[in-house]
């Protein structure tokens, strides 16, 4: 669909990433990828950490005496008033004095409690005698952060050229040297190296940053220029291995623009390559969907031809082209909706309340309640706010109230824009397509000449497929881009449901799982329910395992943990439904135990569990 491989500027290394990216993501096409090189440096910090334990009752006491008793006590008086033998009350001071919680005054040898053993005396605990560990800090300048490991990296030089020769990208890392106890405790809480656990009772102390071993790592990365079919725009992706650095991304994106790099330098291009490809790019874009239609339209030609010159009046029922006009076209049009199973894809420039009235919602909450996604998109104008028919926000309210039996948006709808297509896409299996308004025309009112096509053709409703779920994907993305910046909860949902839609549940689940959103956890289970309910999801996926393996890092205080059994329950029941061996199967022994854990179950073995939910 894109251009030939002959006229990119694609470092060999780099074919297999590029064609993976190009195969995953219809719509995108990388022109340019070129590799560099970059460096890193690498500091050992000594931590060291103690670890807390409960204050036994003599302890207590002690501590208690050293701080409310007028006059402080002594030993000897400390015994005599427990009555207990003055070596019990000379060894537990000697040990309350060795980690620095307890003084003997002098020259009379009273007890004094010293603040730090103010501070552990209210919570109860004593810290135990300290250890160190080496960890070693990791100074990023390219995403202005500091990493932290357990173990050194290993560096070798890469043929490479130097990014930096390149690009100067401002260095916002802190300055290790320069960093308080505090702000490495939360480094390194942010950081799960494990080592840093207060909720346990570990506690680093101190530590010691030595520069004078500190060491410099090269590191390799990729920049493929993008361009995007469906936004008509140039992506630029910075990465390492498969993984996109977002926000280096972001900056080098912004600094094309402000014209600070030439981009046409940095990948190694001929200086009018990105105008020219780009250009060609957006014709083929136009073309291949222009192509598209049209060989539908001269396929539907061609059967009228044959009818008329067999002298018939209908098509046969098995023919992959049927053509409709008018009053036949919402009849054919609503049938198709209902045999929906899975999926619906619907695109209208206008959409409003003549199309969409109960009859119409009605049949949409039947088909959600059956395990069914619906994704509706809209608008004709480039703008939105050109638009010269805005949908009314009463009929997008409407809409948004088909809901899942677990009560998620289970259609969706979105302004995208710029298009006359009108277009209906059911299970990835019939296409609906012509010049009928699907969403704001009923075609019950006269004979205005319209037409439209049902087309079953395996190549025309995968190329159709491939157009529009590319729209709907990259809206999805964005809005996720969104909903990271800003934490927003509810962007968050809407495209963790499109994905769902789109049958993308497990790049759902790895988005989740990289932003550490632990909190959208269930609400992903709820969308993995609707899909094993339509079998659009089949229950022995990978991507349970994958799940489960993510709930070692749940906590069983997390604010969301009802949702998140009831989630699980729902998942397990589904599957067991369809397949009980796969259900069982996915409770090995670490999976049944964080499921015990967690009180995901309370049943006593998995059998039981599967048989309850049964």
């Known amino acids: ?102 003084t003997l005054t002098t020259p009379d040898s009273r007890l004094k409690i010293t603040s730090k053993g103010k501070e552990f005396y209210a919570k109860g605990s004593l810290p135990q005698p ?15 952060e500091i990493n932290w490991r357990l173990s050194a990296l290993t560096s070798k030089s890469l043929e490479m050229p130097n990014l930096a020769d390149f690009i100067i990208f401002e260095n916002t890392t802190p300055d290790i040297t320069n960093l308080t106890i505090e702000e490495l405790r939360k480094q390194l809480l942010d950081s799960n190296l494990g080592i840093y656990l207060p909720k346990s009772g570990e506690i680093i102390s101190d530590f010691c940053v030595n520069k004078n071993a500190e060491k410099l790592i090269w590191k390799a990365l990729s920049i493929l220029v993008i361009f995007d079919v469906v936004e008509e725009k140039l992506i630029l992706q910075i990465r390492e291995g498969n993984k996109i650095l977002e926000g280096v991304s972001n900056k080098l994106q912004e600094m094309v623009q402000r014209g600070e790099i030439l981009l046409n330098e940095l990948c190694g291009l001929p200086p009018e390559s990105i105008a020219s490809q780009t250009e060609s790019i957006l014709e083929l874009k136009d073309q291949k969907v222009e192509e598209r239609l049209q060989k539908i339209r001269q396929q539907g030609i061609e059967i009228i031809k ?73 608008g004709i104008a480039e703008k939105l706010e050109e638009e010269t028919k ?40 019939v296409h609906l397509s012509g010049s009928h ?19 079953t053709n395996t190549d025309i409703v995968r190329s159709a497929y491939e157009y529009l779920q590319a729209r709907f994907k990259s809206y999805a993305e964005n809005l996720w881009e969104s909903a990271v910046s800003s934490r927003d909860i509810n962007f968050a949902i809407k495209s963790v449901c499109i994905w769902g839609a789109l049958g993308m549940a497990e790049r759902a689940l790895q988005e989740l799982q990289y932003n550490n959103w632990i909190e959208l956890f269930s609400v992903w289970l709820k969308v993995v329910i609707q899909g094993l309910r339509s079998k659009q999801i089949s229950p022995d996926e990978l ?18 943990i009802e949702d998140l059994r009831s989630g699980w329950q729902g998942v397990m029941e589904a599957i067991a439904r369809q397949n009980s061996q796969a259900a069982l199967s996915l409770l090995n022994e670490a999976a049944w135990g964080e499921f015990i854990r967690l009180e995901i179950s309370l049943a006593d073995t998995p059998e039981k569990f599967i048989e309850m939910l049964n």
């Open 1 to 102: 669909m894109f251009l030939q491989s002959s006229t990119k500027y694609i470092n060999p290394e780099l074919n297999n990433l590029v064609d993976k990216i190009e195969k995953d993501s219809p719509g995108l096409s990388v022109f340019a990828a070129r590799q560099f090189c970059y460096k890193l440096s690498q500091t050992p910090i000594q931590i060291e950490f103690i670890k807390e334990r409960s204050l036994n009752i003599l302890e207590e006491f002690i501590l208690r005496a050293s701080l409310e008793f007028d006059p402080i006590p002594t030993e000897v008086e400390l015994a005599q008033i427990l009555k207990l033998d003055p070596i019990f009350i000379h060894s537990t001071t000697n040990t309350l004095k060795s980690l620095q919680t307890l």
């Open 130 to 144: 300290p250890e160190n560990k080496l960890i070693y800090a990791i100074n990023n300048p390219l995403s202005g």
């Open 306 to 378: 044959q009818i008329r010159e067999k002298g018939k009046k209908t098509l046969p029922k098995n023919s992959e082209f049927i053509l409709l006009r008018d009053r036949q076209i919402r009849p054919e049009f609503l049938s198709t909706l209902k045999a929906a199973t899975q999926q619906i894809l619907i695109y209208s420039p206008w959409v409003t309340e003549e199309v969409v009235d109960e009859e119409f919602l009605q049949l949409l909450q039947k088909l959600a309640n059956n395990g069914v996604w619906i994704l509706i998109g809209y």
């Open 390 to 429: 805005p949908i009314s926000s009463k009929v997008e309210e409407k809409l948004l109230t088909i809901r899942t039996p677990e009560d998620l948006p289970a259609a969706q709808i979105f302004w995208l824009g710029n298009s006359h297509a009108k277009e209906v896409l059911v299970d990835r299996k």
């Open 437 to 455: 308004n699907w969403l704001s025309y009923r075609g019950d009112r006269g004979f205005r000449g319209e037409t439209a096509y049902q087309v």
């Open 543 to 560: 991507i349970f395992e994958k799940a489960i393996s993510w709930l070692n890092i749940v906590d069983k205080s997390e604010k969301n």
